[in-house]
């Protein structure tokens, strides 16, 4: 490896926050979301790993705040800031939301990956937070990689193989 | 959900016993299909977090060939056949014979993925009518689905039921594989039966055990 930066893993509905020179990333998004939210002057990023639009669906006693979209985000602002990210100059990328299998019984469930990515978008407009840019929809998995320094989100796709936005 | 703190050693032995009942079906419709010998291993069945699922089946940016099923009718769940790439273009080969055919960026030509669905079919089906005689419950499988993709990405499709009550999965992994040939040429496959929270009640009490002990 080039950078001596190290690569922290952030596992389904998990989230993690790095400073440069590490990256952050998250392996095998489909229907899942990945949302980096970063602040570009104090190189610090936060991912999570969103697996539901809404933490109404929880039918658990015990919340996990980084599985949904409605209460991953007002977490991980707060774990941004306390790493020395300042609210104003936030951005955000996102990527996943796939459609992994098409049935024909369309209910709900079966469209969990653009109900994800809506609901992301909203909680950053929530926010006031700017959606720079995104890789969203389609029907293949993505690993994603973020690297706050030069604030380049690294897309890994089974066939169309890497990108970065 | 307090039923997972309900489980015990007695319940794990009755999933182990579905896997065992269903895999061994499959086994040996897969070597009737092959006319070959195939062996199955012992049924794991674990309480595992949603990362832990994912390094089962090879963490999740390992690339496979699954069969998806969704089940619905008395016990709702999701089931999954997982074969690794090498593996999976192996045995396509074998069944269509045609030697061109790959899952690894060779040539993917309609039959083969059409006989994989098939295979997929007739293995989960196999699966599901011998749990469904041994339990005398209704199960309907979905017409099964392909894809070859990231372990994270399909897996995580089939946990998104679970999620919303649970962080942890109750998992029937039966592994089965080929005995003769050496590793790299054997098929390993991973049947994964991920039933729905609400389903586990109705399969012990189909098979006359208590859950609330």
Known sequence: ?165 | MSFFNNINSTHLDILKEIGNIGAGHSATALSKLLNRKIDMQVPNVKIVSFDEMMELAGGPDNIVASVFLRIEGDVPGNMFFILQLPQATKLIQDLIRDEEFSFEGGTLSELGLSAFQELGNILSGSYLSSLSDFTQLHLYPSVPALSIDMVGAIIGYGLIELSQISDYAIVIDTAINEGELGETNSINGHFFLLPDPNSFEKIFSALGVQTDA
Not at chain 1, 11 to 21: E, K, L, Q
Not at chain 1, 69 to 76: F, G, K, P, V
Not at chain 1, 122 to 132: A, G, M, S
Request: hydrophobic share 40%.
């Open chain 1, 1 to 165: 490896m080039l950078d001596t930066g190290l690569v922290i893993k952030v596992g389904i509905a998990d989230m993690n926050v790095v400073t440069a020179p590490n990256t952050i990333r998250t392996s095998g998004l489909g229907s899942c979301v990945g949302v980096v939210i970063f602040d570009q002057v104090h190189k610090v990023a936060g991912l999570a790993h969103i697996m539901l639009p809404s933490s109404t669906l929880s039918k658990a006693d015990n919340l996990n705040r980084a599985k949904y979209a409605d209460t991953a985000i007002e977490e991980l602002l707060q774990l941004i800031g306390k790493s020395g990210g300042k609210s104003h100059s936030l951005k955000a990328k996102m990527a996943g939301g796939a459609q992994m299998f098409q049935f024909q019984n369309g209910s709900d469930i079966m469209r969990i990956g653009p109900r994800n990515v809506e609901a992301v978008s909203l909680e950053l407009n929530r926010f006031k937070i700017p959606l720079i840019s995104s890789d969203v929809g389609g029907s293949s998995g993505r690993t994603i990689e973020f690297d706050p320094q030069t604030t380049m989100l690294k897309i890994r796709t089974v066939n169309q193989g890497t990108k970065e936005i």
